[in-house]
């Protein structure tokens, strides 16, 4: 069935007014309602839940725009624009490559004679544990130094890394992998069969706590706590709910990969005299921990410096041509650009804003492709919607988003060609069935252009949508004091993050919205930003693959990376 432009709003008004029904029963201003202005999310669940089990592709991506669409009614994601990445890299580094989801290996990299190289790519991490990290940064460190079945090549393309080959059923149910010879963790023990059963299961086990535990959801038993995935006959064997064309993906992905049951569950701290966890990642929180992929980490000072050396045991490490790799931890954006220009960094990838207009042709400065999108993120359980009713808040939400300059953040302080923003998944992902996602054909048709808008400030159209969630304006556009509208953003102590925190100020201060800008460490925002500490805040997402799910699964009730706190 073909879904137009109109049918597509009445679908997202009637979900709204569904939701209005089972929730409010009312229609008041902001300062009368009592019910929750969250939108009921079960049948966003009930949506994930389908598109996981459907082994009819064409109908699978209709149920991907049913969900898109249901995501995009609520506002709580407002979309700016679609990410490139940029980085710098001393003339004469060679074998560097990025992937689409943003993860840099260095492991095959050479810089003359050097051995060791130097490179900045964030602040403190978060986690180290490969199952725990939720960040790019910290993904790019997995990917260095443990190793999953699969491993992204520089097409961004699976390559084996742990497995030697697989086979597929006939049904495509399940997956039997053979796992290469004298395989060892960096501490020279073997890596066995039963230590990637043991990966993957801890990192589906709710009690590990893991953000990105949902993606094993394709994988049967998940959900009863019984993820079937076995040592048979010496090899690994995976048995799936429905075929699953992204599945080497999810091998390669850092929450698949292989940790050391011994070193996981010896570390101090790890379990209290009850046998209850306390931390599951209590075990790689300072140097020395065991890992399985290139290299480990020989120091770190935190907040500081971390230096990971070549792991002798790495199945690869004939080929690994980097010794060293020195990490310089700050997120002072002059401050790694000076120690980069003053020969002290070979690698970083920021760079001040005010820099990059200057940089854009100096052939040490690179723009790469991304599968993602920057965005501002509202927490749909914030005391700033209290007393609204579902859809005024909704509609509080899109007003607010009609009101950003996209174009004016895009030229002044992304200035790197980005695409204007105007929907969740980014332009140039696959449909699963061998077209691209966020195209207009016979079966789906966007309500505008390839979107949910156009991208233009519309400041009317702000206007009306506020009124409706009970705002007063004067003739003038201007905001009443009578319903004053005031809130904190929360954002991380970068220069261009910041500068687009003042561009959005500075469009609702136009209307008079009063928003102050909050920042914190790196660590600190990722972990308020996680437990809904927080109104209104900065937010991105980079694919983890190539397909529109994992830009949706993220929001399912039970996901660790669901910031808006839908079904909370």
Known sequence: MKFTKMLLLMLAIAMLACVLVACTGTDEGPDEGTASAAPDWAAYDDLLAQIKSSTDFVAREALMHEAEDILMATGAVMPLYYYND????????????????????????????ATTLRINLASEPDRLDPHLNSSVDGAALAANSFIGLYKLGADSIPIPDAAESYEISEDGLVWTFTLKEGL???DGSDITVDDVVYSWKRAADPNTAADYSYM????????????????????????????????????????FYIVQQEAVESAEGYMDADGNLIDAGAWATDAGFVSSGAYM??????NESMVYVKNPNYWDAANVTMDRLEFMLSADEPAIYAAYNAGNLDFIDTVPTDEIAALLDNPEFYIADVLGT???CFNVNS?????????QAANMRLGLSYLVDRQYIIDTVGQTGQQIATSFIPAGMLDGHDGVFKT??????????DGYFDGSVDVAKAIELLESAGFVFDENGMLSADTPLSFEYLTNQTTGHVAIAECIQQDLAAVGIDMSIKTVDWDVFLNERKAGNFGIARNGWIADFN?????????GSDSGNNDCQFGK
């Open 184 to 186: 060892k963790f960096s």
């Open 374 to 376: 920057y965005y501002v």
């Open 86 to 113: 940029i980085y710098m890299m001393k003339d004469g580094i060679e074998g560097f490559y990025q992937t689409v989801n943003q993860t840099k290996y260095f492991m095959y990299t050479t810089y003359g004679d």
């Open 216 to 255: 094993y959801s394709s994988i049967a038993g998940f959900a009863e706590g019984d993820l079937q995935v076995a040592n048979v006959d010496g090899k690994f064997q995976v048995t799936v709910i429905a075929p699953c064309a992204y599945f080497l993906d999810l091998c390669a992905f850092p929450t």
């Open 440 to 449: 207009n054909d016979a079966d789906y048709t966007y309500p505008t252009g």
């Open 383 to 391: 005391d700033l919607f209290a007393g609204m009713t579902v859809e």
């Open 547 to 555: 397909d529109p799910i994992n830009m949706l699964e993220m929001w």
């Open 297 to 302: 980490l020989e120091s770190w000072t935190h």
